[in-house]
């Protein structure tokens, strides 16, 4: 695709950064007063393009999220992964056993905090014109399509907050969910809304979503089964499983995408693997638009990063049978690793492995996981049934399991992160559905009675800045 400038919207006015896009035209720069800023079609399609740019990692590490840190955080804080002995100082705090990670000065919650919320401003900036738009025959799509990607990825940015600032729902703090704007108002201080209040919010957006947003928009982009995924997810948080197996089903019932079988699983996160139809939506890179060896989430990850850092733990790869089609692919414990002085050994994770690698945020693959946690609440022998289907048939011939209660619950997780892992889970896997750990290599140990496994701490410059916010009970 061609390299075109797309808009990106700050709180001062509007810019133009660079991003990969669909677009078949290169926009000049535009400066605007805001009220001005979205006048037709054209630029509410820049508008929104610009909307998935904050999803990137830019090259100074303020902006970060579902391209890099987000899943990185998600392995490092479970239960296994583990940054090496010898490292670059980044996310080193995640081995201290005393939790020293979760601190209101700690720079990675504030960057999550401050990238989601950024999403968020824009979002809304551009739901703004909702309604006041017509249609322009010569710019493909309508303007309904591009105001229900806004909703979903508001509903994204959110969900997100709220899995990870708060507690589970109808946890402990029930009052306790983040701030909730809704409209473009720079300077404005918002106390934290409660927790169904943000979860009815995500559903308002994701409901409005799915009547504007259609079917075509590719992988680069939210589209309708995007949307169902999206779904899923929001009702296994809020512990609907009926509604979040249906959702999943619909996904896996959809044929403009296909599961990815084990024989593409060596090539899909290759460069080659970006037009894989297992993929339903990731944060585009390309050669000529990169976060930089420094940041993005090869930077820390696997033997071909710079840093060769982060790396998953002997244990999870224990889990992983003999002919997996996993090991050896995704997952190795050979090569570099076995010059590090870490013990046990560390395990490289190459699934990404160069930096113009688009990250992959949904895949039809994650629908097999909600629906089998959704029928481990609701029918635990099909859940069993269909994990042992899925597995042997994807990606271990081998693969028997035969446990019950808890056990599979723990399990069908496992085989989750085994499948998904560096995409953005496990953590929050963990913390939805109570389940204590103990990282086999740092020795980091969480449970649903520390306030660490129930939300992140507001960090301090957000304490500054906005005085109605209040930070969560317990830090």
């Known amino acids: 695709m061609k390299k075109i400038k797309v808009l990106l919207i700050i709180l001062t006015g509007v810019i133009v950064s660079s991003c990969q896009g669909d677009f078949t035209e ?4 535009i400066t605007l007063p805001l009220d ?14 610009g909307l998935y740019g904050y999803y990137q990692t830019n090259s100074d590490g303020s902006l970060n999220s579902y391209g890099a840190l987000l899943p990185t955080l998600q392995e490092l804080l479970g239960d296994n992964a583990f940054v090496a002995i ?9 081995r201290d056993s005393n939790l020293t990670f979760y601190t209101r000065n700690n720079g990675d ?57 708060s507690d589970n729902f109808n946890g402990s703090n029930p009052d306790v969910g ?4 809704l409209e473009f108002k720079p300077g404005t ?31 680069k982009k939210l589209n309708s089964t995007a949307i169902d995924l999206l779904f899923s997810r929001y009702y296994l948080a ?32 290759s460069a080659a693997g970006e037009t894989n139809p297992e993929t339903i939506f990731q944060v585009d890179y390309n050669s000529l638009d990169l976060p930089g060896d420094n940041d993005g989430i090869t930077a820390t990850w696997s033997s071909t990063g710079r840093y060769k850092q982060n790396f998953a733990t002997q244990t999870f790869f224990s889990k992983l049978g003999a002919n997996d089609v996993r090991r050896g692919t995704w997952y190795r414990n050979t090569g570099y690793v076995q010059t590090l002085t870490d013990n046990p050994k560390p395990i490289d994770v190459m699934k990404y492995t160069t930096t113009d690698r ?22 635990p022998v099909e859940a069993l049934t269909k994990l042992n289907a899925w597995v042997k048939t994807y990606r271990d011939t081998d693969y028997v399991y035969a446990g019950t209660g808890t056990d599979l619950l723990k399990e069908i997780l496992m085989q989750k992160n085994l499948e998904m892992f560096l995409e953005g889970f496990r953590y929050s896997d963990l913390k939805r559905n109570g389940i204590s750990f103990k990282n086999p290599q740092t020795q980091v140990e969480l449970t649903p009675a520390k306030v660490q496994f129930k939300a992140f701490p507001i960090t301090q410059s957000e304490l500054n800045t906005n005085t109605l916010i209040q930070q969560y009970p317990g830090y």
């Open 189 to 219: 201080n918002l106390p934290r809304a409660s927790v169904k209040q943000v979860y009815d919010q995500i559903f308002s957006d994701l409901t409005k979503a799915k009547s504007l947003v259609g079917t075509t928009n590719g992988n």
């Open 86 to 94: 010898v490292n670059s100082n980044r996310f080193s705090t995640t």
């Open 358 to 379: 688009d990250i992959v945020v949904l895949r039809k693959t994650e629908a097999v996981f909600n629906q089998l946690e959704a029928l481990y609440y609701t029918n």
């Open 238 to 269: 809020i512990k609907n499983y009926g509604q979040a197996n249906t959702y999943a089903q619909s996904v896996l019932d959809n044929s403009t995408s296909t599961l990815l079988p084990s024989s593409g699983v060596a090539n899909y996160f």
């Open 109 to 165: 919650i504030a960057t999550l905090w401050a990238t989601l919320y950024k999403i968020i401003a824009n979002a809304n900036f551009v739901l703004g014109y909702e309604g006041k738009i017509s249609d322009d025959l010569t710019t493909p799509g309508t303007p309904e399509n591009l105001f229900g990607q806004a909703h979903a990825i508001r509903a994204m940015a959110y969900s997100t907050l709220v899995a990870l600032y």
């Open 36 to 49: 001005q800023a979205i006048t037709n079609e054209k630029v509410l399609n820049t508008a929104v393009n």
């Open 178 to 181: 983040v701030p909730l704007p």
């Open 26 to 29: 290169e926009l000049p720069p």
